[in-house]
C-alpha cells in the first residue's frame, strides 16, 4: 500500500518551459489543481521530486529554481518537500532520475520507505527511478512524451487527476 504521491515538477504539475528560472512563466498543468485537491482530500502525504540540469549547465541558478517553486506553491498550495537534482546529466550523480535518489530521499524526508510512495511524472524515466527505487510509478504522457516511453509503461493515465485516483486505489493513509 501506499502513503504518499510524490510529483514530477516539468511536464507533470505545470508544462514544461526548458530552464525555467522565471516564476511568471509558470503555468499550471490543466488537471493540476483538482489533481492536488484530491490527494490532500485523501489526507496523502505529497513531495516533488524534480530534474533541475539547469543548474548544473549554468543556465539557471538554485534560487531560481526555489523562486519557480515558491510561485507553484503560490499557485497551486503546499505540495511537500521540493527534492531536486540539480546536476547536468552527465554528471554521474545517484539522484538524477532514473537513477533512485530524489525518490530515496523524498521518502526520507516524508519519514517513509520508497514502497510506501507512488511517483507520478510525464517521462519514462520519472517511472524508471520509481521502479529503481522500489516504489510504483505512474506515467501521465503530453505530446513531449517518447512513444516509447508510453508503450514501457505499466501504468498510463490520462491527466494528472486519473492517476491521482490510481495512485489512491493503492493508498494507505
Not at 506515467?139 to 512513444?147: F, N
Request: proline share 8%; hydrophobic share 45%.
Amino acid at each position: 500500500m501506499v502513503s504518499a504521491i510524490l510529483f514530477d515538477r516539468d511536464g507533470t504539475l505545470v508544462r514544461n518551459v526548458p530552464y525555467n528560472g522565471d516564476p511568471e512563466r509558470v503555468e499550471l498543468m490543466p488537471a493540476a489543481l483538482p489533481a492536488l485537491r484530491r490527494a490532500r482530500e485523501a489526507g496523502v502525504r505529497m513531495a516533488v521530486i524534480s530534474n533541475q540540469s539547469g543548474v548544473g549547465r549554468g543556465y539557471i541558478t538554485l534560487e531560481q529554481v526555489f523562486s519557480v517553486n515558491q510561485r507553484i506553491e503560490e499557485l497551486a498550495g503546499e505540495v511537500g518537500p521540493w527534492v531536486i537534482c540539480p546536476h547536468a546529466p552527465d554528471a554521474g550523480c545517484p539522484c538524477r532520475k532514473p537513477q533512485p535518489g530524489l525518490i530515496l530521499q523524498a521518502a526520507e524526508a516524508l519519514g517513509l520507505e520508497p514502497s510506501d510512495c507512488v511517483v507520478i511524472g510525464d517521462m519514462g524515466l520519472d517511472v524508471q527511478a520509481a521502479l529503481a527505487a522500489g516504489a510504483r510509478g505512474i506515467l501521465v504522457p503530453t505530446e513531449e512524451t517518447p512513444a516509447a516511453d508510453r508503450e514501457a509503461a505499466a501504468e498510463v493515465c490520462a491527466d494528472l487527476l486519473d492517476a491521482v485516483e490510481r495512485a489512491l486505489t493503492w493508498v494507505q493513509v
